[in-house]
């Protein structure tokens, strides 16, 4: 550790790093017991707190706060309790039987020292629920959540600061050189969740230590509607997706690719079902949040002046108000390819939409672009569904429904490529913070012992009937 002694977090590091044992021969009862704690906590004790802190941080009203911040934790923590005994036992696999006279196991030990960094989006769920994956595979463990939601990083490091002995567990709040500063250290697994291009630093950090990483990123995520489609359904559905948190959500709908013919359709039922959610002045529904700052503000305005400059027409919406970084839900279309909201992934309440006559326009539209972390169907066709799902490559999905994927911890959670490396959730999370040690054990003579040097004819016959035969 010689190298490091000027960074600022060495100490903690180093403790945290000598402490790694002792928490991965934790037994199985005290991890749940860790793990009833940080439930205790999120469900009771500091309930309120946290819908309040969710609020300041960007008016995200107190239902969606339960919904999509409280319930994932607590759900991710339920699925784990359940099964963790079974994760971690050791697992017996078969051994072939040229081995013969040994059995063969995989071992799930823990990583070491974790680093997990977490974005401001879901800054509870995003930061706690691979937390829960972390203390279930034994791990130690430092916290960087976002600065950009600073009511929600200050509370978290309230709960972590009670539950956890920062030898174990502990939150470090701070600006990007924060992170700078923890990405030098060598840590024996990084989980980072965030931007595509900052997920390109963290990996090439990483590097320097061939630390293993999990990076779960973001993107354009497609949604597809065909003619097929229970259409008033899916509008709701794509509405529920595209402006829960103000479409502050990595897997929500980037754009929608409709069937030409049904674009007035659309917008008609798109109308009426966003009064529905959230009458005709979203700005007054307590159910609609805003944007978390003035810099994303500010990128997201920038993208609806370019519109407006390049004859996108605008159907419903387009109105903001800087006093209080709102953005009105907006549906757009005929949107340029080269503008920025075709370019980057939106993360905000702009819905555009693209139109095809025929299907493999969609097909060849997203395999012209980056992978993105989820892709959605509306369709009642199944040649239509399997003919974009076994032609496109994605993390994630739903046919007839989109963000619910995220909810079912039996389901790996993570991207493909740009939109993310590895997995989280459930199992798929506890092995994220797994090394799978592989394990055999010799109980008698192995037909390799008769085949050590000199090589004899005889040993070239049994080396030419092993090839043969087993
Ligand atoms: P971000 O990449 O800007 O920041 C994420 C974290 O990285 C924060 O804690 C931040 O402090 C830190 N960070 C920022 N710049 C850094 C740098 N140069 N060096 C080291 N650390 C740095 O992302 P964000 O704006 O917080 O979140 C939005 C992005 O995250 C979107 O792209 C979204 O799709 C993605 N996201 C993905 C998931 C997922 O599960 N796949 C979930 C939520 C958000």
């Keep these: 550790m010689a190298n490091y002694k000027d960074n600022r977090f060495y100490d903690l590091f180093n403790r945290q790093s000598a402490n790694q044992f002792k928490i991965g021969n934790t037994t199985y009862k005290e991890r749940i017991k860790k793990l009833n704690a940080l439930k205790a906590a999120l469900e009771t004790t500091y309930k309120e707190d946290i819908r309040k802190a969710m609020y300041d941080d960007f008016k995200k009203p107190y239902l969606e706060t339960d919904l999509t911040e409280i319930y994932p934790v607590i759900s991710e923590i339920k699925f784990t309790k359940q099964n963790l005994k079974?994760?971690?036992?050791?697992?017996?696999?078969?051994?072939?039987?040229?081995?013969?006279?040994?059995?063969?196991?995989?071992?799930?030990?823990?990583?070491?020292?974790?680093?997990?960094?977490?974005?401001?989006?879901?800054?509870?769920?995003?930061?706690?629920?691979?937390?829960?994956?972390?203390?279930a595979a034994g791990n130690t463990v430092i916290i960087k959540p976002s600065e950009m939601t600073p009511n929600a990083s200050k509370l978290m490091a309230k709960i972590v600061g009670e539950l956890f002995d920062e030898n174990e567990i502990t939150l470090i709040e701070g600006e990007v050189e924060t992170s700078e500063e923890l990405l030098k250290l060598p840590f024996n697994h990084i989980f980072f969740t965030g931007?595509?291009?900052?997920g390109k630093i963290v990996m090439k950090a990483?590097?320097?230590?061939?630390?293993?990483?999990?990076?779960?990123?973001?993107?354009?995520?497609?949604?597809?509607?065909?003619?097929?489609?229970?259409?008033?359904?899916?509008?709701?559905?794509?509405?529920?997706?595209?402006?829960?948190?103000?479409?502050?959500?990595?897997?929500?709908?980037?754009?929608?690719?409709?069937?030409?013919?049904?674009k007035d359709e659309f917008t008609k039922l798109f109308k009426e079902n966003l009064n529905q959610f959230y009458t005709d002045k979203a700005e007054d529904s307590k159910s609609y949040s805003r944007i978390v700052n003035k810099e994303h503000f500010e990128r997201l305005t920038s993208y609806l002046?370019?519109?407006?400059?390049?004859?996108?027409?605008?159907a419903v919406g387009g109105n903001v108000n800087s006093d209080d970084n709102y953005i009105e839900p907006t549906l757009v279309f005929d949107v340029p390819e080269d503008s920025k909201l075709m370019q980057n992934e939106i993360f905000g309440p702009i819905l555009p939409v693209?139109?095809?006559?025929?299907?493999?326009?969609?097909?060849?539209?997203?395999n012209s672009r980056e992978r993105p972390l989820a892709l959605y169907i509306y369709s009642k066709n199944k040649k239509n569904i399997d003919y974009i799902m076994n032609n496109t490559r994605a993390g994630t999905g739903c046919v007839n429904h989109?963000?619910?994927?995220?909810?079912?911890?039996?389901?790996?959670?993570g991207g493909s490529n740009n939109s993310g490396i590895g997995k989280s959730h459930g199992f798929f999370g506890f092995e994220a913070f797994?090394?799978?040690?592989?394990?055999?054990?010799q109980h008698t003579i192995g037909a390799t012992d008769l085949l050590y040097p000199p090589y004899t004819n005889f040993k070239q016959k049994l080396i030419d009937?092993?090839?043969k035969w087993f």
């Design 465 to 467: 009937l092993t090839l």
């Design 402 to 413: 989109n963000l619910l994927q995220f909810l079912n911890p039996n389901l790996p959670f």
């Design 305 to 314: 002046e370019e519109a407006k400059s390049n004859h996108t027409q605008i």
């Design 434 to 441: 797994s090394n799978r040690r592989s394990l055999m054990k």
């Design 354 to 366: 693209k139109t095809f006559t025929k299907i493999d326009e969609t097909v060849d539209y997203i």
């Design 86 to 135: 079974s994760w971690m036992k050791l697992q017996k696999v078969d051994t072939p039987l040229a081995l013969l006279g040994a059995s063969s196991y995989i071992k799930y030990e823990p990583k070491g020292v974790c680093l997990i960094i977490s974005p401001w989006n879901f800054p509870i769920n995003l930061t706690f629920v691979p937390l829960v994956s972390a203390i």
């Design 195 to 198: 931007s595509p291009s900052v």
């Design 206 to 262: 990483a590097s320097k230590h061939l630390t293993s990483v999990t990076l779960e990123l973001g993107g354009k995520s497609p949604t597809i509607i065909d003619e097929t489609a229970n259409l008033e359904k899916a509008v709701k559905k794509v509405i529920f997706g595209k402006f829960t948190n103000s479409g502050q959500t990595c897997i929500a709908p980037d754009y929608v690719f409709l069937k030409e013919d049904l």
